[in-house]
């Protein structure tokens, strides 16, 4: 059998979050020997961007196109040229690691594809908001599985009329190279949350939060990720008028993954207060390194962390946050953050990964590897 993968989502050299997915995937059926078997399909021009991630796939540059402003038309214009690749290479399914509006698809044989999350389908311009779902419920519906990353992702998608393909459940895979034993001491310490800084993820929460406790704790508050118009419209305002500049800092370079490993292991706490997960990789990431976690009680949170890290509500109190912020860093020695760290270690792994899309593929095509 062999399997046909879109990448040609991922057109930067960066790796975003649904490009690590993807990766992480390949990953896993690398580890379990498939590599052989699997075909990528990039966009051309950009696969050297990402080359060092795919080593050991054969893949296919292509160029898309699709019709400006018209969501999910790609698909439908480049099916014929993408069925003649899809027969020339023999693969039996097209597999798409994230559903959006110009992913490809196939008539000739079975597709999957994975959806992270359903913020698209509820948003706020009412015409954008008919537009997308009027395509993405198309889209869905051409395929042979959806693949969802949480219970409930799938239950929220279940919640939307019109779509009929069958959803499963296959976790997202988080891997770590920190060592927690590579701790080091730091002055000031800090406490991390690592999110996309937008008004979803919730970082006003964690800021007034951080304000409550600024006098009690000697700790600097670190938000790694970009810049945004978000930030730079909300939260630095904010941050400016009530003089906690020099306590709170955004780190937006572009890390190596040692640098990486070390920002999460020398954190004495992460907090993650986002209102809105696919699934929440960051508090695995953190934990995986061996620091204490506090999440928002979103039911995607919680399941993704295994009801296992500190957990607060309501979402946007920031006075309810302060409390376990406070109580985690006084009582951080207790936490049993090595058991929960070779718990994720198991549950998450890109091998276990692919091996769960591997049986759900077996079970599309009939076919065994």
């Known amino acids: 059998m062999k399997i046909a993968v879109d990448l040609t989502y991922i057109r930067e050299e960066y790796a975003t979050g649904l490009a690590n997915f993807a990766f992480k995937l390949l990953q896993g ?19 050297q961007g990402y080359a060092h991630r795919t080593e050991g796939f054969r893949t296919i540059p ?36 994230y559903i959006y509006d110009r992913s490809l698809y196939s008539r000739r044989i079975p597709c999957i594809g994975v959806i ?4 698209l389908f509820h948003q706020e311009n009412p015409l954008l908001r008919l537009r997308f779902r009027i395509g993405a419920i198309a889209a869905c519906n051409r395929l042979e599985r ?34 927690p034993s590579a701790r080091e001491a730091v002055n000031p310490p800090y406490i991390l949350d690592v999110n996309t800084i937008i008004e979803h993820k919730n970082p006003m929460t964690l800021i007034r939060a951080f304000e409550l406790l600024k006098d009690q704790i000697p700790h600097n508050l670190v938000f790694k990720g970009k810049r945004t118009q978000y930030w730079n419209d909300v939260a630095l305002p904010y941050i400016r008028s009530h003089g906690l ?11 190596s993954q040692e640098e990486i490993d070390r920002l999460y292991v020398n954190a004495d706490l992460f907090v993650s207060p986002s209102m809105m997960e696919g699934f929440g990789a960051t508090p695995i990431e953190a934990a995986l390194a061996g620091v204490p976690v506090i999440c928002n009680a979103l039911p995607t949170l919680v399941e993704s962390t295994k009801g296992l890290v500190t957990y607060y509500s309501p979402a946007l109190d920031e006075s309810a946050l302060a409390d376990k912020i406070l109580y985690v860093l006084q009582y951080r020695d ?12 198991e549950a998450y792994s890109p091998k276990h990964q692919a091996r769960c899309f591997m049986e759900l593929i077996r079970s599309v095509c009939g076919n065994s590897f």
């Open 116 to 119: 992270h999350d359903t913020k």
């Open 29 to 47: 059926f690398r580890e379990n020997g498939l590599a052989d078997s699997v075909i990528l399909l990039s966009e051309a021009g950009f696969e």
């Open 245 to 255: 500049e020099g306590r709170i800092e955004v780190n937006d370079a572009l890390l």
């Open 62 to 97: 292509i160029r898309t196109r699709s019709l400006p402003y018209l969501p999910f038309t790609r698909g439908p214009l480049m099916r014929r040229k993408v069925e003649r690749i899809l027969k020339s290479e023999g693969a039996d399914l097209l597999l798409s690691p």
């Open 146 to 179: 959806i693949v969802t990353i949480s219970e409930n992702a799938r239950d929220a998608i279940r919640a939307i009329g019109g779509i009929r393909t069958p959803a499963e459940v296959i976790y997202v895979s988080v891997i770590s190279t920190a060592d």
């Open 334 to 345: 207790y936490i049993k953050t090595e058991e929960i760290r070779q718990t994720f270690a």
